[in-house]
Nanobody, 115 residues
Framework: QVQLVESGGGLVRAGGSLRLSCAAS????????MAWYRQAPGKQRELVGG??????TNYADSVKGRFTISRDNAKNTYLHMSSLKPEDTAIYYC??????????WGQGTQVTVSS
């Protein structure tokens, strides 16, 4: 099992920045892909971006150029968010798995962007 714990969410003004962290523990050798998802009120969960099993990153069109995903050797991942918009308000989740299948999820962290 892999445990994922997100942190770093909060309230920020439009145009501001936040960095979310996802700490992974447990059998992290079993995962080769990690990603960030978000779910806004009344909407479906959507992919924000992530690392593929090949090590490449991909991003949703809505966040390209504003969000950056990074990771360290311990398989912790980070979501650097800048130029935040009110429509970025959501609960952000860290996910991990193999290939394009995400089996493990964190509990989520709330990001609220005020206008």
């Amino acid at each position: 099992q892999v445990q994922l714990v997100e942190s770093g969410g909060g309230l920020v003004r439009a145009g501001g920045s936040l960095r979310l962290s996802c700490a992974a523990s447990g059998t992290t050798f079993s995962i080769d892909a990690m990603a960030w998802y978000r779910q806004a009120p009344g909407k479906q969960r959507e992919l924000v971006g992530g690392f593929t099993s090949g090590g490449k990153t991909n991003y949703a069109d809505s966040v390209k150029g504003r969000f950056t995903i990074s990771r360290d050797n311990a398989k912790n991942t980070y979501l650097h968010m800048s130029s935040l918009k009110p429509e970025d308000t959501a609960i952000y989740y860290c996910a991990a798995g193999r290939g394009s299948n995400y089996y493990f999820w964190g509990q989520g962290t709330q990001v609220t962007v005020s206008s």
